[in-house]
């Protein structure tokens, strides 16, 4: 009865460093996916939340991707993806929109913290997008969520949309996400080099504040 135990103890052990070797190989995109599926199932794990995490980060930092979402209450990157402390590094200003001082973070992560994955994530329902839409590109008032218009329709993607006429919310995101993807794509000296040397892989997203689903453009 003892040997029997102590053999189901050996299966479970052997089993569960199999299941953690195979989390330590997951690629960053895959890490992503399978904390975004723990969420929207609602059973997150809420990883590396623990004092012992806090300790470990205090000689340093590798997070594994950098994400540039939205400011935005419901978009929270680290509990949308199921990850904890040290994991992502995370950008956020309102519409997801991209200027120096956000090249600048993002350069630092990918170059001197070495992050293999930029995501640019936008979201349905996302009010910088829709100040766009209902201003139709033209923002009237002199505050600087002007500034946040102007980048969104500051890309021919979204022009040749808005000429149209026929724009939706949702391709307006989605536009405006592909213009994230692009602009850090071509940033030079820096992202530019490292993309086309294919040591980062930059890629859009859009998340869906109403179910918590990630819809990577892969
Ligand atoms: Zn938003």
């Given at each position: 009865m003892m040997k029997k135990g102590l053999l189901l103890l050996l299966f479970l052990s052997i089993l569960s460093a199999f299941s953690q070797t195979k989390k330590a190989n997951l690629s960053p995109l895959q890490k992503l996916e399978e904390g975004n599926k723990r969420f929207v199932s609602g059973k997150?794990?809420?990883?590396?939340?623990?004092l012992e995490r806090i300790r470990e980060l205090k000689k340093g930092q590798h997070p594994f991707a950098v994400i540039v979402s939205c400011?935005?209450?419901?978009?929270p990157a680290e509990l949308v993806f199921d990850q904890g402390l040290g994991d992502i590094f995370s950008i956020r200003t309102a519409g997801n929109v991209i200027g120096d001082y956000e090249l600048g973070s993002i350069e630092y992560a990918v170059e001197?913290?070495?992050?293999k994955l930029v995501v640019v994530m936008g979201h349905k329902n996302c009010g910088g997008v829709k100040a766009f839409l209902d201003s139709k590109?033209?923002?009237?008032?002199?505050?600087?969520i002007k500034n946040i218009v102007e980048y969104i329709a500051n890309e021919q993607e979204e022009k040749d949309l808005l000429k149209d006429g026929k724009i939706s919310f949702d391709e307006a995101i989605a536009a405006n996400v592909k213009h994230g993807v692009k602009l850090l794509k071509t940033s030079e000296p820096i992202l530019k080099e490292i993309c086309d040397q294919k040591k980062v892989i930059i890629i859009g997203a859009v998340y869906d504040i109403g179910t918590g689903q990630v819809i990577f453009n892969k």
């Open positions: 997150p794990m809420h990883p590396n939340e623990t400011s935005d209450s419901r978009v001197h913290l070495g992050c590109g033209h923002y009237e008032e002199s505050d600087h």
